[in-house]
Each structure stands twice: as structure tokens, then as C-alpha cells.
């Protein structure tokens, strides 16, 4: 069964700074990945959508990278703003007969400090 | 604007209660899902739907229902069955496995 990992569960960090956050699952077969937010007693907000076939998607300041291999993706955050802070969420989509499925992680709480 | 729009916003059960959660999406979008979330977990799935009049358990049904009789809809029924149900209900929707959208989610107590 596929798991999701986030590390770390939350991260402070100064206005302006670069961030990495960090998502793993244990089963590369996927169909692909998706990095959403979630803002305190809010729905999800989709940020990117790595294929798997794809290595990397960028949207702004945002960038997310995928590792199929190593069961690893991130998602970089440049110059970060205290608008930013909010709960990300890392999602797989297995493949085949499991491709209904979104299996998410449990998020990293970010906050950004002016 | 395209979207998922999900009501109520907040909802109060009373112990023995059904309610009924709405999810209404004009994306064209053929899979609607329905997730639960609660504190310190990840989001769970209860029902997803590919096609109108079709629909599969997710990883906990038990105490839930769901219809799926129009392509724009998805109601998610809590049922006295569902011992714990207070949680955060979130509703979802994809062309084909691509990329999911979300609701604003349904704020579900227990009174």
C-alpha cells in the first residue's frame, strides 16, 4: 500500500529566504504527483502537477521536482513572503487499477515571519 | 468561474442523524471524489465516481452513501452508522486521473 511522508511536519522560516519542502512515498508506480495548499479552514488550492514521466514543474516562484526512482519529490519556494504561509500537501496517484486513488501526506506547516 | 462548490459551509448532526453533503462541480469533469480529513491525519478517501450512476467504496465507506445520478453532482449522505463523523469533509474532481480540484470543504459537528 502506498505511504506518503512529509518531512518536516512544520517549518518557520524569515520573509525573503529560499525553502525546500520535502515529500517521499514508497511505491514509484505512480501515475503522477500533485502539490497542493491548504489554508487554515480551507479547501485545496492545486499548485503543480508532475506527470511521471516528467522530471520538474515550475509556476512562479514555485518549482517541484520528481525522483520516480527514488520515491522523492520537493517542492522550492523562492523568496518566500509572509502570503505563503499556509499547510502543503503532497499528493501520488498510483497507476494502473490504483489510479483512482490520491494518496496524500500528512503536510508541512509553514510559516513565514516578516 | 468554473469550480467545486460545496454547502454547506458548517453543519451541525445531531446523535441518530442522517445529513446530506452537497458537491456541485461545472468542470465537465467525469471522477468526483469525497475525502475526510481530521486532525494530525492525511486526507482519506471515502467514495470516488468515474461515471454517472457509478461509484466504488473508498478506504473507509462504512457510515457513508453517495449518489451520483448527474455529472455535476456528487451528495455525500453521513448516516447514523458513522460513529465518529465530525471531521472536515472535502469534495474533489478530475478529467480522467489529470490534476484535482478541490471544494471548500464542509465543516461537519457533531451536537
Known amino acids: 500500500k502506498q505511504e506518503v511522508t512529509q518531512i518536516p511536519a512544520a517549518l518557520s522560516v524569515p520573509e525573503g529566504e529560499n525553502l525546500v519542502l520535502n515529500c517521499s512515498f514508497t511505491?514509484?508506480?505512480?501515475?503522477?504527483l500533485q502539490w497542493f495548499r491548504q489554508d487554515p479552514g480551507k479547501g485545496l488550492t492545486s499548485l503543480l502537477l508532475?506527470?511521471?514521466s516528467q522530471r520538474e514543474q515550475t509556476s512562479g516562484r514555485l518549482n517541484a521536482s520528481l525522483d520516480k526512482s527514488s520515491g522523492r519529490s520537493t517542492l522550492y519556494i523562492a523568496a518566500s513572503q509572509p502570503g505563503d504561509s499556509a499547510t502543503y500537501l503532497c499528493?501520488?496517484?498510483?497507476w494502473g487499477a490504483g489510479s483512482y486513488q490520491l494518496t496524500f501526506g500528512k503536510g508541512t506547516k509553514l510559516s513565514v515571519i516578516p | 468561474d468554473g469550480g467545486i462548490t460545496q454547502s454547506p459551509k458548517y453543519l451541525f448532526r445531531k446523535e441518530g442523524q442522517n445529513v446530506t453533503l452537497s458537491c456541485e462541480q461545472n468542470?465537465?469533469?467525469?471522477?468526483m471524489y469525497w475525502y475526510r480529513q481530521d486532525p494530525g491525519q492525511g486526507l482519506r478517501l471515502i467514495y470516488y465516481?468515474?461515471?454517472?450512476?457509478?461509484?466504488q467504496k473508498g478506504d473507509i465507506a462504512e457510515g457513508y452513501s453517495v449518489s451520483r445520478e448527474k455529472k455535476e453532482s456528487f451528495p455525500l449522505t453521513v448516516t447514523s452508522a458513522q460513529k465518529n463523523p465530525t471531521a472536515f469533509y472535502l469534495c474533489?474532481?478530475?478529467?480522467?486521473?489529470?490534476?484535482?480540484?478541490f471544494g471548500q470543504g464542509t465543516r461537519l459537528t457533531v451536537v
Open positions: 474533489a474532481s478530475s478529467k480522467d486521473w489529470n490534476e484535482a480540484f
Open positions: 468542470l465537465n469533469h467525469d471522477a
Open positions: 465516481s468515474q461515471i454517472v450512476n457509478d461509484f
Open positions: 511505491d514509484s508506480a505512480i501515475y503522477n
Open positions: 508532475i506527470q511521471s
Open positions: 499528493a501520488v496517484r498510483g
